[in-house]
């Protein structure tokens, strides 16, 4: 008898909890507040947050916490093919034995966070769509760079702040602990990637895709503005780039921006920031320039 779809999707789902339980899954008990608050976005300065009802306020909390969740399990997801392509490309059993267990931490993230996506069958987010698209066209070294070095050196702060501000118990554990193994993973990368054996392309290719990360952060929080104009509304592109002033987006991403560029200044890496000071994307957007960006999409 032919198994059928299902019922191999469910005998493989069973298999992976076994080994899940194995590395420690989290007990998952969703609250009923929005895991963060309005002060962990910087909504509380925006005077339309302020004015609107408590049910707009509500909705747009959990907007916003859904695109945060729901990107950080997409990239945990892509963890997992960038891992399977670095084990087939490794060049010695350590280094294949390093990446085959990073993707395993990999598939662990996804499915702790997993409890808290609500919609798990969503088209990604531009941000995701990027670095899946790093992922399928990359060589081995740059991907290690903006994957490893940058990416999951990101992560670090990223997660252990998520972590930090995180109102439910359960999520903030899992939170830090997925902070915890982006250490070790940034640390597997750095041992894995040698400035000295790029490409000419290879160079090319890690100066565009750190080029367009960059583009990104400088464009400032433009999902939690996209969130309070489905929730609310926010006006003409000139109250945009107030809702923009509010949330403090230059500092912000000034600060992002200063991050990252001290993770690319790796050994032999100079020729990337010297290109991409030249080309000014270590600078954040202003307001406005973040508010063209948003009415473009809009």
Same mark, same amino acid.
């Given at each position: 008898?032919?198994?059928?779809?299902?019922?191999?999707?469910?005998?493989?789902?069973?298999?992976?909890?076994?080994?899940?339980?194995?590395?420690?899954?989290?007990?998952?008990?969703?609250?009923?507040?929005?895991?963060?608050?309005?002060?962990?976005?910087?909504?509380?300065?925006?005077?339309?947050?302020?004015?609107?009802?408590?049910?707009?306020?509500r909705?747009?909390?959990?907007?916003?916490?859904?695109?945060?969740?729901?990107?950080?399990?997409?990239?945990?997801?892509?963890?997992?093919?960038?891992?399977?392509?670095?084990?087939?490309?490794?060049?010695?059993?350590?280094?294949?034995?390093?990446?085959?267990?990073?993707?395993?931490?990999?598939?662990?993230?996804?499915?702790?966070?997993?409890?808290?996506?609500?919609?798990r069958?969503?088209?990604?987010?531009?941000?995701?769509?990027?670095?899946?698209?790093?992922?399928?066209a990359g060589?081995?070294?740059? /991907? @290690?760079?903006? %994957?490893?070095?940058?990416?999951?050196?990101?992560?670090?702060? &990223?997660?252990? =702040? +998520? !972590? #930090?501000?995180?109102?439910?118990?359960? /999520? @903030?554990?899992? %939170?830090?602990?997925?902070?915890?193994?982006?250490?070790?993973? &940034?640390?597997? =990368? +750095? !041992? #894995?990637?040698?400035?000295?054996?790029?490409? @000419?392309p290879?160079?090319?290719?890690?100066?565009?895709?750190?080029?367009?990360?960059?583009?990104?952060?400088?464009?400032?929080?433009?999902?939690?503005?996209a969130?309070?104009?489905?929730?609310?509304?926010?006006?003409?592109?000139?109250?945009?780039?107030?809702?923009?002033?509010?949330?403090?987006?230059?500092?912000?991403?000034?600060?992002?921006?200063?991050?990252?560029?001290?993770?690319?200044?790796?050994?032999?890496?100079?020729?990337?920031?010297?290109?991409?000071?030249?080309?000014?994307?270590?600078?954040p957007?202003?307001?406005?320039?973040?508010?063209?960006?948003?009415?473009?999409?809009?």
């Amino acid at each position: 008898m032919t198994q059928s779809v299902d019922d191999r999707e469910d005998a493989l789902r069973r298999a992976g909890e076994r080994f899940l339980r194995r590395r420690g899954l989290p007990e998952a008990s969703r609250g009923d507040a929005s895991p963060w608050s309005a002060g962990f976005f910087g909504l509380e300065r925006v005077a339309r947050f302020r004015d609107a009802g408590a049910d707009a306020q509500r909705a747009l909390l959990d907007g916003c916490a859904a695109n945060l969740l729901v990107e950080s399990w997409f990239i945990e997801r892509c963890g997992v093919t960038f891992c399977a392509k670095m084990t087939l490309l490794a060049e010695s059993l350590e280094e294949q034995r390093v990446f085959a267990l990073i993707g395993a931490d990999e598939a662990t993230h996804s499915a702790w966070l997993e409890p808290w996506i609500a919609d798990r069958h969503g088209e990604p987010d531009p941000f995701n769509r990027f670095i899946a698209g790093l992922v399928e066209a990359g060589g081995a070294q740059p /991907l @290690a760079f903006l %994957l490893q070095v940058v990416l999951e050196g990101f992560g670090i702060v &990223h997660y252990s =702040g +998520l !972590a #930090a501000a995180c109102v439910d118990a359960s /999520l @903030a554990a899992a %939170l830090k602990r997925i902070a915890q193994d982006e250490a070790m993973h &940034h640390a597997a =990368g +750095l !041992a #894995a990637f040698r400035a000295g054996r790029l490409s @000419a392309p290879e160079r090319r290719f890690l100066s565009e895709g750190a080029h367009a990360f960059l583009g990104m952060i400088r464009n400032g929080p433009q999902a939690v503005v996209a969130a309070l104009d489905r929730a609310i509304g926010v006006g003409d592109q000139s109250d945009v780039a107030g809702v923009f002033e509010d949330l403090g987006t230059e500092a912000a991403s000034a600060a992002k921006l200063g991050q990252l560029r001290r993770l690319m200044a790796q050994p032999g890496m100079d020729w990337l920031i010297g290109e991409l000071e030249q080309k000014g994307v270590f600078a954040p957007c202003t307001a406005m320039e973040c508010a063209r960006v948003y009415a473009g999409a809009r």
